[in-house]
């Protein structure tokens, strides 16, 4: 029997980045504590999104993992940003598996992997606010 593999093209690639970049620009609207409340928020989800994904109790021991994180996430970026590494980890290993998050999609824990790599980025400089810093360099512009 022969399993067919999808091919990794450029979209699968490309459209996780454009979802990470439009995931920081939307987070970025959110001030100070709720952006970092929000954040708590969506590890905790991203901790149990794979339940059932097919490693047993390892999904459990996971998603109470990702509970713990997420509390620490209320007060440290730090903490976000490890729980979508980790969330990457998980993404690559049930791309391996064969059970991508969405089951109709299957290269979607491959580009989920990709979209989560940029947010953690984000979330170890700070989770700065890409509208406050673009409000600076426009009041910062030398007049012409």
């Not at 450029?10 to 459209?15: K, Q, R």
């Not at 459990?60 to 997420?70: D, E, N, T």
């Not at 730090?78 to 299957?106: A, E, N, S």
């Not at 980025?121 to 007049?143: E, M």
Request: proline share 6%; charged share 10%.
């Amino acid at each position: 029997m022969h399993i067919l593999t999808p091919q990794i093209g450029m979209t699968n690639v490309i459209a996780p980045v454009i979802v990470s970049g439009i995931f920081i620009t939307l987070t970025s609207l959110f001030k100070e504590p709720t952006r970092q409340q929000f954040s708590a928020l969506m590890i905790a989800g991203a901790g149990f999104v794979y339940f059932g994904g097919g490693f047993r109790f390892w999904e459990v021991g996971y998603g109470v993992f990702f509970l713990w994180l997420a509390f620490r996430s209320l007060t440290d970026y730090r903490f976000v940003g490890v729980g979508w590494m980790l969330h990457v980890g998980w993404d690559i290993l049930h791309h391996l598996y064969g059970r991508p998050i969405l089951p109709f999609i299957p290269l979607s824990s491959l580009g989920c992997a990709i979209c989560d790599t940029g947010i953690a980025a984000w979330y170890f400089l700070g989770a700065p606010s890409i509208w406050r810093r673009t409000a600076v360099l426009q009041t910062t512009a030398p007049s012409q």
